[in-house]
């Protein structure tokens, strides 16, 4: 079966970093565009970064743009998302999931990790 495991998450003060990472199994991990996406209590799920297949495609949310980094091994099957300068605003679950496009629309990926929880405070 497809499988997708988020690691990485944790508590963070303001301004700080961390790098989530994303590893699968169960799949064709090449053939994929890749999705880092965040979801608040009570708030729907929202993209935070696409990538795909070969790399040479990435978005961002305008919101996270030029503080966070998508990049993918794919010999590795591994996904990584890194954020710096870290706002309480960041705060969520961070899942991965995998896509058909490089999006940052979380209809568009069907294919859903368990979630990270990042925690952005003081």
């Known amino acids: 079966q497809v499988q997708l495991v988020e690691s990485g998450g944790g508590w963070v003060q303001p301004g700080g970093s961390l790098r989530l990472s994303c590893a699968a199994s169960g799949f064709t991990w090449d053939a994929y565009a890749l999705g880092w996406f965040r979801q608040a209590p009570g708030k729907e799920r929202e993209g935070v970064s696409c990538i795909s297949v070969s790399g040479g495609v990435r978005h961002y949310a305008d919101s996270v743009q030029g503080r966070f980094t998508i990049s993918r091994d794919n010999a590795k099957s591994t996904l990584w998302l890194q954020m710096n300068s870290l706002k309480p605003e960041d705060t969520a679950v961070y899942y991965c999931?995998?896509?058909?496009?490089?999006?940052?629309?979380?209809?568009?990926?069907?294919?859903w990790g368990q979630g990270t929880q990042v925690t952005v405070a003081s």
């Open positions: 999931a995998t896509g058909f496009r490089c999006t940052i629309v979380p209809e568009d990926f069907d294919s």
